[in-house]
């Protein structure tokens, strides 16, 4: 079966400084990864996909992440974080026919002021 | 446009109880999914619906758990005696066609507590 494992539960970085969430993913084929964030009391919002090609896909908010497959990683990367990404942050890979959605238990970020 | 919306925002019920909650997808979205999130499990996925097609029930957790969907349009998730063990964020996707590249665009998430 497929997982996804986001190793950090809680990061603390300071406003301005650069942010790495990690991402490790386990799945027979080529995996359909995606990041989501979710902010309190909001639904989930894409940040970025990958499929296939480049790598390195960027997204919205100034975020990016790169796909290794060497190392089976999809991690999320902004080269300057603002207060307001202070959010929750999900990686998923996508499953099959509809695409269902398997999530890491997400990385909690705090952005100090 | 509108996005997905879900009601109730939030529902307070007793252990026993049935309850149903309610799922408008965007506009022209053919596939929608409901998930679950708990402090225990994480973000689940449960069923999902493409079209005419038979749902893909196999993420619900117990046969207390159904959803309807009529055509293409608004979904209902009822869970029938209702345990505390059900009290979680149920969260409602839509997205184009199901298809592995597309989007799932999610509402806010019904908040169900069971008392």
């Known amino acids: 079966a497929q997982s996804v494992t986001q190793p950090d539960i809680h990061i603390t970085v300071s406003e301005g400084a650069s942010l790495e969430l990690r991402c490790n993913y386990s799945?027979?084929?080529?995996?359909?990864l995606f990041w989501y964030v979710q902010s309190p009391g909001q639904g989930l919002q894409l940040l970025l996909k990958y499929f296939s090609g480049d790598t390195l896909v960027q997204g919205i908010k100034g975020f990016e992440a790169e796909f290794k497959r060497s190392q089976s990683s999809f991690n999320l990367r902004k080269p300057s974080v603002h207060w307001s990404d202070a959010a929750e942050y999900f990686c998923a890979v996508g499953e099959g026919g509809g695409n269902k959605l398997t999530f890491g238990t997400g990385t909690q970020l705090k952005v100090e002021l | 446009g509108a996005g997905v919306s879900q009601s109730p925002s939030n529902k307070v019920t007793e252990k026993g109880k049935d309850v149903e909650l309610r799922c408008d997808p965007i506009s022209g979205h053919t596939a929608l999914y409901w998930y679950r999130q708990s402090l225990g499990q994480g973000l689940e996925f449960l069923i999902y619906f493409q079209g005419n097609s038979a749902p893909d029930k196999s993420g619900l957790p117990s046969d207390r758990f159904s959803a309807e969907r009529t055509g293409e349009s608004v979904s209902t998730l009822t869970i029938q005696r209702t345990q505390q063990e059900d009290s979680a964020v149920y969260l409602c996707?839509?997205?184009?066609?199901?298809?592995?590249?597309?989007?799932?665009?999610f509402g806010p998430g019904t908040r169900l507590l069971v008392l």
């Open positions: 996707a839509s997205s184009l066609d199901g298809g592995r590249k597309e989007t799932q665009y």
């Open positions: 799945y027979g084929a080529t995996p359909y």
